[in-house]
C-alpha cells in the first residue's frame, strides 16, 4: 500500500521534474550554442586561393587580449588545415577581414498554467493547494544578455572583391568561455569555405 501511495505521488510529481529539467537543458543551451551561417560567389575559382594575410581590425572593433589571440591563432590553424598559407599582406591572394559586434538582447520564456497538472493546484509535500480566483496562471521569466557576431570576410586581394563570409554568433560571458567559442565559430565557418574540388 505504502508502496503504491509512493509510486502515485511520484507520477504526480514527475511532469514537474520534466519541465525543470527542461528549463535547466534550455537555458544551458541559449549560454553555450554557437550559430553559424556561411556563403560565398559562386562565380569564385577557390583553387587560385592559395595564401592569405590576416587584415588588421578596424579602428574601434578591438577585443579582449584573450579573444584577439584566441581569434587569430584559430583563423591559421583552421586555414592551414585547408591548405592555404600566410603570407605578407601585400603577397597574399585573400585578405581575411574580421568584424565583430556586440548587442543586448532580451530572451522572455512565457509558461501558461504551469504547476496546474492534478486536482487545478499545485503540488506540494501535503498533496496539493490552490489558488484563490483571478490568480495568475503564467510564469513569464526575463533574461538580459549580449550576444556577440563575429564576421570574417575573405576577400579577393587583387581585385578587392568579397567571395566568402562566414558568421558566428553567440551569447558573450567571461573571457576563457569566449575564446572558446571564437575557436567553434570559426572551426565552423572554414568548414562552410568552397574546396577547389568542390567546384
Not at 511532469?15 to 529539467?21: S, T
Not at 594575410?53 to 574601434?60: D, M, V
Amino acid at each position: 500500500m505504502q508502496a503504491r501511495i509512493a509510486y502515485d505521488a511520484y507520477m504526480k510529481t514527475l511532469p514537474y521534474l520534466i519541465f525543470a529539467a527542461a528549463l535547466v537543458c534550455f537555458f544551458s543551451a541559449c549560454e553555450t550554442a554557437v550559430t553559424v551561417t556561411t556563403d560565398y560567389d559562386h562565380a569564385a575559382h577557390f583553387g587560385k586561393y592559395r595564401s592569405y594575410a590576416l587584415a588588421p581590425a578596424r579602428r574601434g572593433q578591438t577585443m579582449s587580449a584573450t579573444s584577439e589571440a584566441a581569434l587569430s591563432e584559430a583563423v591559421r590553424a583552421e586555414l592551414n588545415s585547408r591548405g592555404l598559407t600566410e603570407a605578407p599582406g601585400q603577397k597574399a591572394d585573400l585578405d581575411i577581414v574580421r568584424q565583430v559586434f556586440v548587442q543586448g538582447k532580451v530572451s522572455v520564456q512565457e509558461w501558461t498554467d504551469w504547476g496546474y497538472g492534478y486536482h487545478g493546484g499545485w503540488p506540494y509535500g501535503y498533496g496539493y493547494y490552490g489558488m484563490w480566483h483571478g490568480a495568475p496562471t503564467s510564469y513569464i521569466d526575463v533574461q538580459q544578455y549580449a550576444e556577440g557576431t563575429l564576421i570574417l570576410d575573405f576577400v579577393d586581394a587583387r581585385t578587392k572583391k568579397l567571395v566568402f563570409r562566414g558568421t558566428g554568433r553567440a551569447v558573450v560571458e567571461g573571457p576563457e568561455s569566449n575564446a572558446g567559442k571564437i575557436r567553434e565559430a570559426v572551426h565552423k565557418i572554414v568548414a562552410g569555405y568552397p574546396s577547389a574540388a568542390a567546384q
